[in-house]
């Protein structure tokens, strides 16, 4: 039975249906008792695996084809009339030639399977920024996920109504996991998603990258608001007022854990609360009084496992105990729950490892291995999590005072600086660049520019957003939130991370609210407003991070910032330019300004 009378909806799934010829069609309705039994099904058919439920009620498992374990950015089209349109930083093709080209390997695609038809909102439902999305599929794990990850169910299609057609058409089949013929493609033009060939995450999970930043940031530009790749989190300052700042890293470069954050002791005692809103896309409008809100479009977590444990993050290790859907870790064979690398110091002996061998997982570690997947992931809800701001649900958003850009840099990148204005805040921006991670298949650890951490997701021409961004600077004026760059991995000459990291970050954004606030001073220099020495609060950690430590976090070497500048001169130069991207002038002046700077 289907859920809306929508004739849009109605005939687009009818389509589908007649393209993927499915057994079953089945309406996601969110029901309790509808998810209930997927689950119930998907154990019986091993495709998920049913955890400790007195240790991890609600939590299940689930083992991806070791060829799909992350998002697959070669494999990853932006489908407009015109290439100019997807720009230089996007694979391009014909969406003719495209939808021509898949609908062979969707033709008859669920032959034998069931077909579910998800309605979901991106967003809290009934805010006016938020979006409604269909996303058909063959995978349980999908719709298992989604309803984690989304405002899942009837509810959805009310919120749409019965004859709006603005809704984003997403189809997912895994077929057979081909990684030869996996596709990940995005039709801005039509709202459309096509995905086939795989069953991981970004990939697969069309309300988020695909939708969320490929598609919402087209739509973005065309409606005058954003769409980024950022954390929403508020601080809570000692007299009670909280502050809401966003954060652009790229993936796997500390969104989660910034958004989490738990502050230092010092910190707590004064007062200072973090409060999650996202931890991973925003959505950002200009409010009616001309500040910038943002919401976070999603409902739950999808964060890197890893890492993550008691002394990191102990808010993402708390929603990830109950109701989480658990993808690439190890199993602990003894009791069935799941470790990961650093959860703790003590691999389980009876492991299963994330490709599903049997290993005794303390001699496995010891010769090098690792347990869980690199890119191994927790689908958590967000009610879950102990931080979860007041703000969530709140239709109208949080507004902003902040937005921070960073990236992983050994080197060259200090711990903070701020922008001059916003058109150097853009710049900013459009200059991180980052070292790879294992978010994206591909090698890890090599530095490449990531515009705004959105290399992989912005859904048109660079050039076109970028120009975005200052216009949407322009409209904004003098509420618009202040630009900050941060940079929590820079190493010494050993390779390690000078920088505490994680609940310490908290010293960097105290400094970044004060500087919002007009409270405290900061020194010029050719990059941008660095902090005066002493302004970043190191008390209960001044044995780690000694003064000469806080000169090399906080240095701006001339002759390596003369060499970042040649680089992103090359980069707009080659890479975008004279490969169709429109690089605005102010962006090339920022350029010069600085260069100037540097040589005085
Ligand atoms: P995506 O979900 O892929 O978008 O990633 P993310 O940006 O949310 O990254 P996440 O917070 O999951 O962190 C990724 C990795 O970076 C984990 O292994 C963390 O332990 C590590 N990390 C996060 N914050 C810090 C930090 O402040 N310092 C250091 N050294 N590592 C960090
Ligand atoms: C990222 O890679 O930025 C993620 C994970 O947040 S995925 O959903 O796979 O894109
Ligand atoms: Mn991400």
């Known amino acids: 039975m ?11 799934v009818d389509e589908m249906v007649s393209l993927c010829k499915p057994e079953n069609v089945v309406w996601i309705d969110g029901s309790k008792e509808q998810l209930d039994a997927l689950r119930k099904e998907a154990i019986e058919t091993g ?229 999650t809103v996202g931890d991973d896309i925003a959505w950002m409008k200009p409010g009616e009084d001309g500040r910038l809100y943002a919401i976070n479009p999603e409902n739950g977590f999808f964060g890197v496992a890893p890492g993550t ?63 869980a997947h690199p890119n191994s992931r927790f689908t958590a809800p967000a009610v879950n999590c102990p931080c979860i701001s007041s703000e969530f649900n709140n239709p109208a958003g949080v507004p902003i005072s902040a937005i921070i850009f960073g990236g992983r840099r050994a080197s060259t990148t200090p711990l903070v600086y701020q922008s001059f204005d916003w058109t150097h805040g853009t710049y900013m921006g459009s200059a991180v660049s980052s070292e790879t991670t294992a978010a994206a298949t591909g090698a890890v650890g090599v530095l490449r520019h990531d515009p705004m951490a959105m290399k992989p997701f912005i859904g048109y021409n660079v050039g076109d957003y970028w120009n975005h961004w200052l216009e949407m600077g322009e409209k904004l004026g003098d509420k618009a939130p202040k630009i900050f760059n941060v940079n929590w991995f820079k190493q010494d000459e050993n390779g390690n991370f000078i920088w505490p990291g994680f609940g310490d970050n908290m010293r960097v954004l105290d400094w970044i609210i004060k500087r919002c606030e007009g409270t405290v001073d900061a020194d010029e220099t050719a990059i941008g407003y660095l902090p005066k020495k002493g302004d970043i609060n190191v008390e209960g950690i001044e044995d780690e991070v000694t003064p000469e430590i806080m000169d090399k976090l906080l240095d701006v070497d001339k002759e390596l910032w003369t060499k970042e500048i040649a680089e992103m001169r090359r980069y707009y130069d080659d890479d975008i330019k004279a490969k169709g991207g429109n690089v605005p002038q102010a962006l090339y002046d920022e350029l010069d300004k600085i260069e100037a700077r540097l040589n005085k």
Request: aromatic share 10%.
């Open 2 to 12: 289907s859920l809306t009378n929508n004739q849009n909806v109605l005939k687009w």
């Open 47 to 275: 495709e998920m695996i049913e955890l400790n439920q007195e240790k991890l009620p609600g939590c299940l498992y689930h083992r991806t084809n070791p060829n799909d374990v992350a998002r697959v950015e070669d494999r990853t089209f932006i489908c407009t009339r015109k290439k100019e349109d997807a720009g230089p930083t996007n694979n391009w093709c014909d969406p003719q030639e495209m939808y021509a080209k898949l609908s062979k390997l969707y033709d008859g695609v669920m032959k034998g399977r069931t077909m579910y038809v998800i309605p979901y909102s991106m967003g809290p439902i009934g805010s006016p920024l938020a979006k409604v999305g269909v996303e058909v599929t063959d995978s349980i794990y999908v719709v298992l996920n989604m309803q984690i990850m989304t405002r899942m169910g009837a509810d959805a299609f009310k919120n749409l109504g019965d004859v709006s057609n603005d809704f984003v058409r997403g189809l997912h089949s895994k077929a057979d996991v081909n990684p030869e013929e996996r596709y990940i493609v995005q039709f801005p033009e039509d709202n459309t998603i096509w995905s086939i060939n795989s069953a991981y995450g970004g990939n697969v999970l069309l309300g988020k990258k695909c939708f969320a930043l490929r598609i919402a940031s087209f739509q973005g530009k065309n409606e005058g608001w954003m769409a980024e790749h950022m954390l929403i989190l508020g601080v809570k300052k000692p007299d009670g007022e909280i502050k809401y700042i966003t954060a652009a890293f790229p993936s796997a470069c500390g969104k989660t854990n910034l958004a989490m954050l738990i502050p230092p002791e010092g910190y707590k005692k004064d007062g200072y609360e973090v409060f």
């Open 309 to 371: 444990n008691e002394k990191s993050n102990p808010n993402a290790l708390h929603c990830t105990m109950k109701d989480t859907i658990f993808t690439n870790v190890a199993i602990n064979n003894d009791d069935m729950t799941v470790w990961w690398e650093k959860l703790d110091k003590n691999p389980p002996v009876n492991a299963t490892e994330w490709k599903g061998a049997v290993v005794n997982g303390v001699e496995y570690t010891a010769e090098g291995n690792t347990l």
